[in-house]
């Protein structure tokens, strides 16, 4: 039996095969736009060996679709299609209807159709791929595990907005929290790391890729989390903002400086460690650019780290103290230099890196110092895994609690 995992982004498209046990046995990444007639899709197995298909085709939805033909044929199993037991999509948004993942029928589909509109790069994409799937595998059940479903249980004071209060009853407007697969994966590995319960402990969890955001976790269920009604706000990031003052977007439209369209361009895709630097958003370049003594890039680097520290340090204040904080995604993995930036200053709350740790670290890891109150991981972000286990859950019991898919959509229009 296989469970094939899609997870549909704006400009990729990522496919896992797992097995019941949820051990990987393949995965797949191809590239697409909405304009692109054809591509690739490069595959690896569970030892690491690559190798590249081509994919011909008419459209995403159909490069979709032959993604998951080609991933089945390279299982080399004769019937393969007929071993997938279940379909499992990454759905960003999920709005205030799904609190957990769901078996998708057609009114879960539509929901999700509707939600297009507060997540407009992110929910069409895994329409196509919800689709690409029924139409690949017919019968095969498709199950949609929500980025947002995690925050479904921040507390309304950590939701709400210090704005009219009418603004939530009667236009939806809240905090929703994004990358939720990712800050729940990582708050069950640690459990396991820690060999102690999620009940027992308060954690940090910092998802720095070129989306970041970060949680406050306490036994096990968010308290506070940094994106909010968009994935715009929140940590400094690689082409976006982050949080800035709400007036500064005031002056530009009210001065005619730049009309919404091109305001939505600059804070989504022209700010954050582009904007800053001037030259790239993607971190190992600033890295580089800033050794090399590029001043814009130095400051960016410096920005980037103040604010992860800083939002760290609010965290653990919202908690009342730190058993862990937790870096994942590319940059909270992979650079060991950021983690030092942001841990500098954060003796003052009992946590201290250990430098040769740091350096060496190969997640999942524990860098923290022997002498540190708060343990330090670097765990890879495994939304894949956490998904497959969401897919053994619902196999397991089908009937448990999963939200019924049946909800009429709010008829005042929100989500
Ligand atoms: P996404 O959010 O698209 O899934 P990733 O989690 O892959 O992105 O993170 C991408 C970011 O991670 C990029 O800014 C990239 O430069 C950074 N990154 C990847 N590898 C390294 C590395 N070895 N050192 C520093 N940054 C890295």
Same mark, same amino acid.
């Given at each position: 039996m296989s469970i094939l995992i899609l997870n549909a982004g704006s400009?990729?498209?990522k496919l896992a095969l797992y097995d019941r046990d949820c051990r990987l046995a393949l995965s797949g990444l191809a590239e697409w736009e909405a304009d692109r007639a054809a591509g690739a899709l490069r595959l690896s197995d569970a030892l690491g060996r690559a190798r590249s298909v081509a994919l011909e085709s008419a459209g995403p939805g159909e490069i979709a679709a032959e993604a998951i033909r080609a991933m089945l044929r390279e299982t080399g199993a004769e019937s393969a299609a007929s071993s997938v037991r279940i379909s499992v999509h990454r759905v960003v948004h999920g709005g205030e209807m799904f609190r957990n993942s769901v078996r998708i029928d057609d009114r879960v589909k539509t929901e999700i159709r509707r939600l297009c509109e507060l997540a407009p790069l992110h929910n069409p994409p895994a329409l196509l791929g919800i689709e690409a799937a029924e139409r690949v595998l017919p019968g095969v059940p *498709?199950?949609?595990? /929500?980025?947002?479903?995690?925050f479904a249980?921040?507390?309304?004071?950590?939701?709400?907005?210090?704005?009219?209060?009418?603004?939530?009853?009667?236009? *939806?407007?809240?905090? /929703?929290?994004?990358?939720g697969i990712s800050h729940a994966y990582c708050t069950e590995r640690a459990a396991a790391l820690l060999t102690r319960p999620a009940e027992d402990l308060r954690l940090v969890t910092c998802h720095l890729g070129n989306g970041c955001s970060a949680s406050a976790v306490r036994s096990g269920s968010p308290v506070a989390t940094t994106m909010g009604f968009t994935p715009l706000e929140g940590l400094m990031m690689g082409t976006r903002c982050g949080s800035v003052d709400p007036g500064i977007l005031l002056h530009l439209l009210e001065r005619g400086l730049l009309d919404p369209v091109r305001l939505d361009l600059a804070l989504n895709h022209h700010s954050g460690l582009l904007?800053?630097?001037?030259?790239?958003?993607?971190f190992r370049e600033i890295e580089s650019q800033a050794l090399a003594g590029h001043e814009r890039a130095r400051l960016a680097l410096e920005m980037f780290a103040d604010r992860v520290r800083a939002t760290v340090g609010a965290f653990a204040a919202t908690l009342g103290g730190l058993d862990a904080l937790i870096f994942t995604a590319g940059i909270g993995e992979h650079s060991a230099s950021l983690r030092a930036r942001v841990c500098e200053g954060l003796e003052c709350l009992g946590l201290r890196l250990d430098r040769d740790r740091n350096r060496a670290c190969q997640?999942?890891?524990?860098?923290?110092?022997d002498s540190s109150s708060g343990r330090i991981l670097v765990l890879h972000a495994r939304e894949d895994l956490h998904m497959a286990r969401e897919a053994v859950r619902y196999l397991t019991r089908p009937d448990a609690p999963q939200r019924p898919a049946g909800d009429a959509p709010r008829s005042d229009g929100r989500y």
């Open positions: 400009s990729t498209l *498709g199950l949609a595990v /929500f980025d947002t479903a995690f249980a921040l507390p309304p004071r950590a939701f709400l907005y210090p704005l009219p209060y009418s603004w939530y009853t009667e236009w *939806g407007i809240r905090r /929703f929290g994004f990358h904007g800053v630097s001037g030259l790239s958003s993607d997640p999942d890891a524990d860098v923290a110092a």
